[in-house]
């Protein structure tokens, strides 16, 4: 089974069951979130950044990010 894994900006983490749930609580808490780019876990990548708007998340290598999801394998 995958759990996510969220990386807040602000050194808080959280797991999550599933990557919706993940992208889910990041809109919760920033409604205007940009969460994506090339090369992200749904694209195969290690992780997925999201910022807390575009215009943080404009021409930004992650630097802005207000979180990055992570998955992680658990052992059933």
């Not at 940009?34 to 215009?55: F, K, M, P, Q, Y």
């Not at 802005?64 to 999801?69: F, G, L, P, T």
Request: hydrophobic share 40%; with cysteine.
């Amino acid at each position: 089974m995958t759990t996510y894994t969220i990386e807040w900006s602000n050194g808080d983490t959280e797991t999550h069951d599933t990557y919706d749930a993940a992208l889910s609580a990041i809109r919760a808490r920033y409604p205007l979130a940009e969460v994506g780019h090339s090369g992200d876990l749904r694209d195969g990548g290690a992780r997925t950044l999201a910022w807390a708007n575009e215009a943080d998340a404009d021409n930004d290598d992650g630097a802005n990010a207000c979180a990055v999801i992570k998955a992680a394998e658990v052992a059933s």
